[in-house]
């Protein structure tokens, strides 16, 4: 049974020329069969001839070609034509007849350079057939002949079809190969941008501080381990990372655990930004990347306090729903901005762009309030976040 699956993609793999090879037997061997004889395509009118010596070449030469119909079409079109008109102009009326029509829609599907100058040689040539023929004493009309043509320019074009249908489908993959490649390096691009900028502004921060704990042996060591901390966190999540880059790597373990909010906010904490912590309900069975998604919104908050708003109150509010997540970053006040370069927005734009995916919300700016900061104003970065979603 696996065998007959599989098939179909073993005999895809095999040359297309050994592919074609059956379909030009088995038109040969039924224009040879003595019942087929002058059985086949009567074009022109003329008397029926027995088969002869010339009469199998001119089958051979109508059949054999067809196994070379996709590699060399030209050739195949024009090596049956020629036998197809010594089979008319002699009277065979084989079944071999039927080749030309296969050899044509290759072409019409495969050739693709002079097409138009290749149709009109072919349809002068089809005029010099059309008049031996009658000049060899055929009995048919002009109808006939232009009847005949017809039904043949409609074969080259239903190849015509064919291979813009296939250039369709093409340019379609290669569209979604390049839509695919570029989503990727956008997706890489944004986990570089929270990894990285987050663990670096805490480190800098952190360093900054250390500055002036010269006089405070205990406070400088602690200092200085946190930005140690710190810099193998970014080690880590810069490593887990580059797993993604492996095709092989699970997917499934780009979801952070929600243990890890804690260690993002201790970390925090640690680079000298008050942060209270609530978490309410619990996390759904399947969250899809909804986890990740809050994950991000939070670590760019608190990258942003501590770039903008550095030693203000921080609360961080993370609530699960039976079908949601809803983070809340509410940072006192504005501060002024450390010496670390401005991000331009861009990771708050790129968290709207991840919750939109997703079907959420996202919220990021001022906001005054009575609650938490005594009516002072505060910077709030808010998002609904659906879950339950597949990654």
Known sequence: MLSLRRAPELWSRIDVTFRDLPLALLILVAALLPASHTHGTQLGGLPGR????????????????????????????????????????????????????????????????????????????????????????????????????????????????????????????????????????????????????????????????????????????????AVTDTGRRAITDLR????????????????????????????????????????QGSPPESTGSADLVAYRVVQEALTNALKYAHGSRTAVEVRHGAREITVEVSTEGFGSPTDLPAGGGRGLEGLRERVGVLGGDFHAGPRRTGDGFDGFDCFVVRARIPAGRPS
Do not use: K
């Not at 909010?261 to 904490?269: A, D, I, K, M, N």
């Open 50 to 225: 027995s088969f002869d010596a010339v009469a199998v070449v001119a089958v051979a030469a109508q059949c054999l070609p067809l196994t070379v119909r996709r590699r060399w079409p030209l050739v195949c079109l024009t090596v049956a034509t020629a036998g197809f008109a010594v089979d008319q102009l002699r009277g065979y009326h084989s079944l071999a007849g039927t080749a030309l029509a296969i050899a044509l829609m290759s072409a019409g599907a495969h050739v693709e350079r002079h097409r138009r100058a290749i149709a009109a040689l072919f349809s002068v040539a089809y005029v010099g057939l059309a008049i031996g023929l009658v000049q060899a004493g055929g009995t048919e009309g002009v109808s006939e002949f232009v009847l005949y043509y017809g039904a043949m320019a409609l074969v080259w074009g239903m190849g015509s079809w064919l291979r813009s249908t296939r250039i369709a489908e093409a340019e379609h993959r290669i569209r979604v190969a390049e839509q695919t490649r570029t989503a990727e390096r956008t997706r890489i691009a944004r986990e570089l941008h929270d990894v990285v900028t987050h663990h670096v502004t805490a480190m800098v921060v952190q360093a900054e501080s250390a500055r002036y704990l010269t006089a405070a042996p205990d406070r400088l060591d602690q200092t200085l381990t």
């Open 240 to 279: 887990h990372l580059l797993d993604l880059l492996n095709p092989d790597y699970g997917a499934g373990s780009r979801t952070p655990s929600g243990g890890r909010l804690l260690t993002l906010v201790e970390q925090t904490r640690l680079a000298g930004q008050p942060v209270t912590f609530s978490e």
